[in-house]
């Protein structure tokens, strides 16, 4: 058994393989991998080596082969006894908030009913009905719902009773999507599982037995398919492989040597790699490098020379032919042309708009385009819409020279695979540096600055307005219900926050400052019974109703007694705003909000 360090993200990394001893032609003796392991612990290389050395190492038997190409398969199933913990089903509303998860046992996440979201190691990952989301113990993820409808998933706890061995893995000790070919049995598994045990506080022995029959029945569907770990497996070596360019793309990259690290051949490497990015590794490379020569074109002083050594080209002559031959233009040439953004959200698509620059794609609210479709041209903008695959699709065939995005938007690290992409942290600017920022990349910071100075005008003659109507020791407070829940919302960048608190100066309730805004979170769920605790004197309510769903469902919460009972409903101090409206933070959010926050005291 042989082992090799690698290092990633500023960390080391151990990984094992298991290989045997041949003579070539000419007689010398050479090493071949019959096995890539992946990590282990003290105690599993203890193990295999002795196994390894009394020849019992159960996967030398058999068809090598199958089995090589089953690593996560065979080593979640080696266990002798699994034994099921726990089987729930989890709601994620709309637009529901990240969630960092980490498994406490090997978990099983199981579409029910929508599309759920997950995010990998920083890459963005959907998962269908047809797919489960396998979770180790230990192991974490972010999970979330942003779609329009309800998501809903079976949650599957189990763990080993067999002590000589860790926990279930998948490559890498990470989470992993496996997909599946009986989406409809697995469901009805989990259902008929769930009638067992939901409400039942101690089972018979018939209905253990019954249920852990239930349990194997489900394994067994999601396991079976020989090709389930060699596609996981596949996944993990283009992840790498894709990561070490991204990360190394200014050296040489040399492919044979990203194969000896994945433990592969460089030819295996080459079919993988084309099979799952529909192009070559070589071509790949190109076309990252390329990318990021146009991003530095548009961002950097440095000089043409500068940039192509930069991107892993010592000769600027054979770089400048190479960049012509791309996008028609020499790099001297390009610097100086008209450049096409576009905006891979909703609010850089806004701020675009504002700053008069209509995007050749992005995401739009349809009353926003109602405002700008007044003042500028939008027929050569391609509006966006939810399905990731023909986004990607439309913004490759278009090509702008710089796309704007958050660093967490669904979907980004394939995107920057096609076009260049220009990213900040969305939780490290507020909504004034981040348009600031953006008018920067695009040449336009004293438009930007003159419309703050204009904002800051408007604002300052509303908060006198509004001081005759609310007093400054009188508190404001921002509450969204959806269905039959409660959020409460800070100064961040949803809801009205940064306008109601961080522009127009109202005062929220303590408790709102110490627990909400001070620690810096967004929002707040609260139960109905805690209104009175988070009640303001003047409440900004915005209904966010499930799809499908009417305001009647408002009513669970609006016709409470703890609703009846708060002062501003006593005092018709509570105010109805639209929901579209209050959700941005972009200028033209933000001005249509402040129009609606005075429209309710002229009336």
Same mark, same amino acid.
């Given at each position: 058994?042989?082992?090799?360090?690698?290092?990633?993200?500023?960390? #080391?990394?151990?990984?094992?393989?298991?290989?045997?001893?041949?003579?070539?032609?000419? @007689?010398?003796?050479?090493?071949?991998?019959?096995?890539?392991?992946?990590?282990?612990?003290?105690?599993?290389?203890?193990?295999?080596?002795?196994?390894?050395?009394?020849?019992?190492?159960?996967?030398?038997? @058999?068809?090598?082969?199958?089995?090589?190409?089953?690593?996560?398969?065979?080593?979640?199933?080696?266990?002798?006894?699994?034994?099921?913990?726990?089987?729930?089903? $989890?709601?994620? =509303?709309?637009?529901?908030?990240?969630?960092?998860?980490?498994?406490?046992?090997?978990?099983?996440?199981?579409?029910?009913?929508?599309?759920?979201?997950?995010?990998?190691? @920083?890459?963005?990952?959907?998962?269908?009905?047809?797919?489960?989301?396998?979770?180790?113990?230990?192991?974490?993820?972010?999970?979330?719902?942003?779609?329009?409808?309800? =998501?809903?998933?079976?949650?599957?706890?189990?763990?080993?009773?067999?002590?000589?061995?860790?926990?279930?893995?998948?490559?890498?000790?990470?989470?992993?999507?496996?997909?599946?070919?009986?989406?409809?049995?697995?469901?009805?598994?989990?259902?008929?599982?769930?009638?067992?045990?939901?409400?039942?506080?101690?089972?018979?022995?018939?209905?253990?037995?019954?249920?852990?029959?239930?349990?194997?029945?489900?394994?067994?569907?999601?396991?079976?398919?020989?090709?389930?770990?060699?596609?996981?497996?596949?996944?993990? #070596?283009?992840?790498?492989?894709?990561?070490?360019?991204?990360?190394?793309?200014?050296?040489?990259?040399?492919?044979?040597?990203?194969?000896?690290?994945?433990?592969?051949?460089?030819?295996?490497?080459?079919?993988?790699?084309?099979?799952?990015?529909?192009?070559?590794?070589?071509?790949?490379?190109?076309?990252?490098?390329?990318?990021?020569?146009?991003?530095?074109?548009?961002?950097?002083?440095?000089?043409?020379?500068?940039?192509?050594?930069?991107?892993?080209?010592?000769?600027?002559?054979?770089?400048?032919?190479?960049?012509?031959?791309?996008?028609?233009?020499?790099?001297?040439?390009?610097?100086?042309?008209?450049?096409?953004?576009?905006?891979? &959200?909703?609010?850089?698509?806004?701020?675009?708009?504002?700053?008069?620059?209509?995007?050749?794609?992005?995401?739009?609210?349809?009353?926003?385009?109602?405002?700008?479709?007044?003042?500028?041209?939008?027929?050569?903008?391609?509006?966006?819409?939810?399905?990731?695959?023909?986004?990607?699709?439309?913004?490759?065939?278009?090509?702008?020279?710089?796309?704007?995005?958050?660093?967490?938007?669904?979907?980004?690290?394939?995107?920057?695979?096609?076009?260049?992409?220009?990213?900040?942290?969305?939780?490290?600017?507020?909504?004034?540096?981040?348009?600031?920022?953006?008018?920067?990349?695009?040449?336009?910071?004293?438009?930007?600055?003159?419309?703050?100075?204009?904002?800051?005008?408007?604002?300052?003659?509303?908060?006198?307005?509004?001081?005759?109507?609310?007093?400054?020791?009188?508190?404001?407070?921002?509450?969204?219900?959806?269905?039959?829940?409660?959020?409460?919302?800070?100064?961040?960048?949803?809801?009205?926050?940064?306008?109601?608190?961080?522009?127009?100066?109202?005062?929220?309730?303590?408790?709102?400052?110490?627990?909400?805004?001070?620690?810096?979170?967004?929002?707040?769920?609260?139960?109905?019974?805690?209104? &009175?605790?988070?009640?303001?004197?003047?409440?900004?309510?915005?209904?966010?109703?499930?799809?499908?769903?009417?305001?009647?469902?408002?009513?669970?919460?609006?016709?409470?007694?703890?609703?009846?009972?708060?002062?501003? $409903?006593?005092?018709?101090? $509570?105010?109805?705003?639209?929901?579209?409206?209050?959700?941005?933070?972009?200028?033209?959010?933000?001005?249509?909000?402040?129009?609606?926050?005075?429209?309710?005291?002229?009336?």
């Amino acid at each position: 058994m042989k082992k090799q360090s690698v290092h990633k993200q500023g960390q #080391l990394y151990t990984y094992y393989r298991i290989v045997e001893s041949y003579r070539d032609e000419q @007689g010398k003796n050479k090493h071949r991998t019959i096995q890539y392991i992946g990590r282990l612990s003290d105690e599993e290389v203890v193990t295999i080596t002795r196994q390894l050395k009394e020849h019992s190492y159960p996967f030398l038997e @058999g068809s090598r082969s199958s089995k090589l190409e089953n690593k996560q398969q065979t080593r979640l199933l080696s266990s002798k006894v699994w034994v099921p913990l726990s089987l729930t089903i $989890v709601t994620y =509303l709309p637009a529901h908030l990240k969630e960092w998860i980490v498994a406490e046992h090997d978990t099983l996440m199981i579409v029910k009913e929508g599309q759920a979201e997950a995010q990998i190691q @920083g890459s963005r990952l959907l998962i269908h009905a047809n797919q489960v989301l396998f979770c180790p113990a230990g192991s974490g993820v972010f999970l979330y719902n942003a779609s329009a409808q309800p =998501l809903q998933v079976f949650k599957v706890m189990f763990t080993s009773n067999d002590s000589t061995l860790t926990s279930s893995r998948s490559a890498m000790n990470l989470p992993a999507i496996i997909s599946t070919h009986s989406p409809l049995e697995i469901q009805r598994l989990c259902k008929e599982w769930l009638e067992i045990t939901e409400y039942a506080t101690e089972l018979s022995m018939e209905k253990q037995i019954y249920s852990q029959l239930l349990f194997y029945q489900l394994l067994h569907l999601i396991w079976n398919d020989q090709s389930v770990a060699t596609e996981a497996s596949h996944l993990t #070596l283009i992840e790498q492989a894709v990561h070490y360019v991204k990360t190394h793309y200014r050296e040489e990259i040399r492919r044979d040597v990203i194969a000896a690290q994945l433990g592969i051949t460089p030819e295996h490497f080459s079919r993988i790699f084309r099979k799952y990015k529909d192009c070559s590794f070589t071509e790949y490379v190109y076309r990252w490098r390329m990318n990021m020569a146009k991003k530095d074109l548009q961002s950097s002083s440095a000089s043409i020379s500068e940039i192509a050594k930069r991107n892993a080209y010592p000769d600027d002559h054979y770089f400048s032919r190479r960049f012509k031959q791309s996008f028609s233009l020499s790099p001297k040439q390009y610097q100086s042309s008209k450049k096409q953004y576009a905006a891979w &959200n909703y609010p850089f698509t806004a701020m675009l708009l504002h700053l008069d620059i209509v995007p050749q794609a992005g995401y739009l609210e349809s009353w926003k385009w109602d405002i700008y479709h007044r003042k500028l041209d939008l027929s050569t903008m391609n509006i966006l819409h939810t399905d990731l695959d023909q986004s990607i699709q439309l913004m490759n065939k278009l090509q702008p020279d710089l796309v704007f995005a958050y660093q967490d938007n669904a979907g980004k690290e394939m995107l920057e695979e096609y076009v260049p992409l220009q990213t900040i942290e969305i939780d490290d600017y507020d909504w004034k540096q981040q348009w600031l920022w953006l008018a920067e990349q695009v040449g336009e910071v004293r438009q930007a600055e003159q419309w703050l100075h204009n904002w800051n005008t408007q604002v300052e003659q509303a908060r006198k307005q509004l001081l005759q109507q609310i007093p400054s020791h009188q508190t404001v407070g921002i509450y969204k219900i959806v269905s039959e829940k409660i959020y409460v919302y800070g100064d961040q960048r949803s809801m009205g926050g940064p306008l109601i608190y961080q522009e127009l100066g109202h005062q929220p309730p303590v408790i709102v400052q110490e627990r909400i805004i001070d620690q810096h979170f967004i929002c707040q769920q609260i139960e109905i019974s805690e209104l &009175n605790l988070y009640a303001a004197d003047h409440m900004i309510v915005i209904h966010y109703p499930v799809e499908g769903e009417t305001a009647t469902l408002i009513e669970p919460v609006m016709e409470s007694e703890a609703w009846s009972q708060l002062q501003a $409903v006593q005092n018709k101090q $509570v105010y109805m705003m639209d929901r579209n409206i209050f959700y941005g933070f972009d200028p033209c959010s933000l001005e249509a909000q402040l129009h609606l926050w005075l429209q309710q005291f002229r009336s």
